[in-house]
């Protein structure tokens, strides 16, 4: 009864501000973390079960407990709590062995990349992730820098270390080269990118900020924008003109504009 009297408080503070329309989406409660991409969206809960979202419904994804779980070019990936690392392949998901990952991201142009615990940066290759279909072990990039949290698009890839910081940078899918970290202002514990490159972050008391001024020439955008919401948010991703949002108490938000 208590989740379900927090969802009316939601229901009853919809948000529309600065072009962006918002309401309580499908709800999984109590959601951990949301990932959107390719025009699909995957989330983990409290119990560390794996969804997919179908329609308006979420369906159970795999038997595997996972953490944290991502959707995009490169497929399903996600990693459990002793930092295994696994794709979904043909119903469900495959152990990926060669690196332990607390994060793991498919957003890229086919790349996957992640983080470890220690805030290690790990590259899996376009040509390597798009066809891995079977348990077995792959070599992984190390990249240089330490990152917390670490997110790719086409367009570029945004991370936040372990004092909040923000950087951006360009990964080659097929080689995981990287060019130079571009410091941005700001402080976040966590950077997600939509495929078309849009950037939010999420800082540690809750508010999400959008990035403006991105563009083929500025990749890496000129400001924050603050996205007002009525309750403090835990995690966010972007696809196709939808913000997904959880909030720290489990619920679901989606905002569109």
Known sequence: MK???????????????????????????????????????????????????????????????????????????????????????????????GQTLQQVDAGGDGQVVGVTSGSYIYCLKSSIALNYSQVGSVSWNELAGRLMYFSCSPLGCWGVNAVEQIFYTRVTPNTCDISDWIYIPGAALMAEVGTDGNVFVVNRQGPCFYRTGISPSVPQGTDWLYIPMCLPIKHVSYDLGQLWLVTKGGIIMQCSN
Request: charge should be negative; aromatic fraction near 12%; proline fraction near 3%.
């Open 3 to 97: 989740a379900v009297a927090v969802l009316l408080v939601v229901l009853s503070f919809l948000t529309v501000s600065h072009g962006w329309t918002c309401k309580a989406g499908p709800q999984q409660f109590p959601a951990q973390q949301i990932d959107a991409g390719e025009g699909q969206v995957v989330l983990t809960d409290r119990d560390s079960k794996a969804y997919y979202l179908s329609e308006s419904t979420w369906f159970e994804l795999g038997s595997v407990a996972l953490k944290h779980v991502s959707v995009g070019p490169a497929g399903i990936w996600g990693v459990d709590s002793s930092d295994k690392v696994y794709k979904y392949v043909a119903g469900d998901f495959i152990l990926v062995n």
